[in-house]
DNA sequence: ATTTATTTTTAGATTTGTCTAAAAATAAAT
DNA sequence: ATTTATTTTTAGACAAATCTAAAAATAAAT
């Protein structure tokens, strides 16, 4: 009924909601690596949430968030890009210099902190990553984005997101220059790695891996 | 040396220090009265501070904290006053509604964070309590300041502070519209019960009782 | 100087979240 | 259909932070 979980709970609940996306179903062993932790852990905590009814979880079988485990999550994600869009915004952090801090904020509840907060940010749509932030009510704006790797050849789009934010990863785009926003297209994709050869509005061209292209994602235009 | 402490410890750093700054020594029960726990769990929490350089501590003699846990406690102090600016100047909170959140985001250590929120805020030297703000290097600019209680009778003075900051004093004082930098003097101290009569700019009088007029901190002007 | 009261500390439990190592269930391979 | 490998769960231990109840130290009172 009330919505006051622990940290860790949290925590989780970001995690399996985010594999949920990515995946479509979560396991066991996934789970305990995103989250950095030990099988063992991750099984005390789901019959944990399952009894407090945000999971169905059958032992053996698989498990999910349940609607209220899901709504949960959404609100979670929302203070977790709220206060990204702020470190970035207001106080002009880099966005790969975000995640740590904002994964502790994220697990402040006030609800009103929040709202206000959202005032105060104008109400902002995205987060710097380019990841959609819900509402108030928890509702997101999805959009229909696809990962670089998968965008035809010669055909312009923009950078809306990227996925697998490790630091490593933002750090190595920052120091490209390809950053939420960036308008580019594909000119070849070279078949012997999958690695895309991307060209920028100001014609310069660079070549990029596999594994960059799946975590970048694109609209096109 | 590496200055990482746990949620609980860093609110007992805090509360050991603000005991010392009131009544100069602090005892044991006095810090469970204050943190809300039992003595016993004190006791375990001085053994661990203790071990960790942050205390002077000896057993039933008695404690206070070390240089080192002075600086630390400066620093949780700087973080929450900070917060609590942000909340009411950038959110629009009420001085009266901020406490609670304070003392979670007071716990988000990244330095980094602190300092650009610092510099975001324009470097107030003050709380909206009216309680001085440690600068980055930990140096706190205290104010003579004294209970209104002590204020002579006639002498204009302005609110700096409040101690004691309980939600429903803080309320009270919102209700009467005294605030930080309200400007008052006291007309008449009656001797039965140590009450005061104080007279606003606006030429308002209402009676204030001793517990309050000890509570507000006021500049003489 | 004893007795009595207060304060503080210990002893032992409990809760939360974690871990390693072993057992059980499920999946894959022969 | 067994055997082998992988995944998941249990069993048991541990650290952090808390609690209650009892013991020990200190302070106050007679
Ligand atoms: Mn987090
Ligand atoms: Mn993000
Ligand atoms: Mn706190
Ligand atoms: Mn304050």
């Not at 203070?79 to 869009?85: A, P, S």
């Not at 966005?95 to 009103?112: F, P």
Request: hydrophobic share 40%; aromatic share 8%.
């Amino acid at each position: 009924m009330r919505a006051n979980f622990s940290i860790a709970e949290e925590n989780y609940i970001k995690s399996i909601y985010h594999l949920q996306q990515a995946t479509g179903e979560v396991n066991t062993n996934a789970l305990a690596n995103h989250l950095n932790t030990k099988a063992a852990s991750v099984t005390d905590m789901l019959k944990k949430l399952q009894a407090k009814n945000l999971l169905n979880y059958l032992p053996y079988k698989g498990f999910k968030l349940s609607r209220e485990g899901n709504k949960a999550a959404v609100m979670i994600i929302r203070r977790h890009r709220l206060w990204e869009f702020f470190l970035v915004d207001k106080l002009h952090f880099n966005w790969d210099e975000i995640h740590e801090v904002a994964e502790e904020l994220e697990h402040i509840r006030s609800k009103k902190l929040i709202d206000k907060l959202d005032e105060f940010l104008g109400y902002p749509k995205f987060d710097p990553h380019g990841d959609p932030i819900p509402d108030s009510n928890g509702k997101i704006d999805e959009l229909k984005q696809l990962p670089l790797a998968n965008l035809p050849v010669n055909k312009q789009a923009i950078i809306t997101s990227v996925l697998n934010q490790s630091n490593e990863l933002l750090a190595f785009l920052s120091s490209r220059n390809i950053a939420i926003g960036t308008v580019l297209e594909i000119k070849d994709k070279l078949p012997f790695d999958n690695s895309v050869e991307i060209k920028f509005k100001n014609k310069q061209s660079i070549n990029i891996s596999e594994q960059v292209a799946k975590a970048i994602q694109v609209n096109p235009l």
